[in-house]
């Protein structure tokens, strides 16, 4: 599958982005957005999980980010408001068949976008 990420950019502190990852090609079941912040370990934002049509949150940007999946259109949506400082990162969107267990990991992903920046300025 491919994956293209798009929607980052540059907002102050408390603004909002919208985050979109397009997938084509070869379908996989639960998709999830991750992020990079410059000198750290790329870490898990949210993902839909097929298997129980769930969506789960990291804690550190739940109530503040929403994810949504539009089967139709094949999208994922990562919407961000109450932004801070600490929210830059490069944003990945990811495609898999991850089990429950590994749906907040990055080996529950087999394909992966290729980031998008979005800067937090406070």
């Known amino acids: 599958v491919q994956l293209q990420a798009s929607g980052g950019g540059l907002v102050q502190a408390g603004g909002s982005l919208r985050l979109t990852c397009a997938a084509s090609?070869?379908?996989?079941?639960?998709y999830g957005w991750f992020r990079q912040a410059l000198g750290k370990e790329r870490e898990f934002v949210g993902a839909f999980f097929y298997n129980n049509h769930r969506i789960y949150y990291a804690d550190s940007v739940k109530s503040r980010f929403t994810i949504s999946r539009d089967n139709a259109k094949n999208t994922l949506t990562l919407e961000m408001t109450s932004l801070k400082p600490e929210d830059t990162a490069v944003y990945y969107c990811?495609?898999?068949?991850?089990?429950?267990?590994?749906?907040?990991?990055?080996?529950?992903?087999?394909?992966w976008g290729q980031g998008t920046q979005v800067t937090v300025s406070s």
């Open positions: 990811a495609a898999g068949n991850p089990i429950l267990s590994s749906v907040s990991t990055r080996e529950g992903y087999r394909s």
């Open positions: 090609g070869r379908t996989f079941r639960s």
